[in-house]
């Protein structure tokens, strides 16, 4: 229930999302708060954590060009067969 200092964190994940609709299409930052990764071994560790506990949030890519941009951008494909495992 919530307490004088809000409500308490007892387990799961959050993911913050802020959002702007303007005339030239979307505009948005986020996160998830607990970082990525539940390895201590890995970078992604605490990344976003650290990233939350300074306020800072990631920007959300929406173009095209945008995407291609980002360093850090990983492609994988998925093959599907409809009807198929």
Known sequence: GLTAQGYPINN???FVLIAEFTRGGP???AL???SESTD???P???DQTVL?????LRPVLFEEADIQKDT???LTQLDFEP???
């Open 27 to 29: 505009r948005a930052s």
């Open 83 to 85: 009807g198929g495992r």
């Open 52 to 56: 939350f506990s300074q306020e800072r």
């Open 32 to 34: 998830l708060t607990y």
């Open 44 to 46: 992604q560790f605490s």
């Open 12 to 14: 799961g994940s959050s």
């Open 72 to 74: 850090t951008l990983q």
């Open 40 to 42: 201590p071994a890995s």
